[in-house]
């Protein structure tokens, strides 16, 4: 059986992805290209792996790029409760403009706990760049650090999506779209 026959439907194809990436990547540039020093790009592991991959590349600007993790889902679609840090940074954020790279927002506590990590060591500003936001999910509000700016590619309905990074029961990342699984894949 293929993996396109686990779908049930697609929400946002590889080109319509890639087109918004492109643009992101544009106005990031725009944004960033008088700050006196380079940002530093940091990928939330590992939802956001592909969508890095591919903002990273269009970004025309010196920048630096790391990893981030916090544990907050378990292996199906409920939260495990409140998240934490399960892998830092290589780098030093003191001082930095730091932009976190993340799939998708849904209840916001991931982020919240990484831009409070993030703030705590001392980055100057933290803005968001997030492929979906599902802002009908939302319990904890994001509040960005200094002048960051909150980054998304498309609003997601409140369905459990797959695809472009992001998985169900640790499957389905590889998938270069985004959508929903047929119901009996969600087991
Ligand atoms: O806004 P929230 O409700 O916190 O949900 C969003 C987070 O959930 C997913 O990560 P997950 O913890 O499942 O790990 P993963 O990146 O390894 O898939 C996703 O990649 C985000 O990081
Ligand atoms: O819809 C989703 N899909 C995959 N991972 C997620 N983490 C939060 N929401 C989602």
Redesign the pocket.
Request: proline share 3%.
């Given at each position: 059986m293929s993996l396109d026959s686990h779908i049930e439907k697609v929400l946002w194809t590889q080109d319509q992805i890639l087109d918004r990436v492109t643009q992101i990547a544009s106005q990031i540039t725009h944004d960033f290209n008088a700050a006196p020093h380079p940002p530093l790009f940091v990928g939330?592991?590992?939802?956001?792996l592909l969508f890095f991959a591919d903002l990273v590349r269009r970004i025309q600007l010196p920048l630096s790029v790391d990893l981030v993790?916090?544990?907050?889902?378990g292996s199906g679609t409920l939260?495990n409760g409140a998240?934490s840090v399960s892998l830092d940074l290589k780098l030093d954020v003191k001082g930095k403009h730091v932009v976190l790279v993340?799939?998708?927002?849904?209840?916001?506590?991931?982020?919240?706990?990484l831009i409070a990590h993030l703030e705590a060591k001392g980055a100057s500003s933290v803005s968001i760049c997030a492929f979906l936001d599902?802002p009908t999910?939302?319990?904890?509000p994001i509040k960005l650090v200094g002048d960051g700016k909150f980054y998304k590619g498309f609003e997601c309905p409140d369905y459990f999506v797959v695809g472009y990074?992001?998985?169900f029961a640790?499957l389905y990342?590889n998938l270069p779209y985004i959508g929903v699984l047929k119901p009996e894949h969600y087991k």
């Open positions: 939330v592991a590992t939802g956001a993790r916090a544990q907050s889902y939260s998240p993340e799939d998708i927002v849904d209840t916001g506590c991931t982020l919240s706990c599902k999910r939302r319990k904890v990074g992001m998985d640790e990342r």
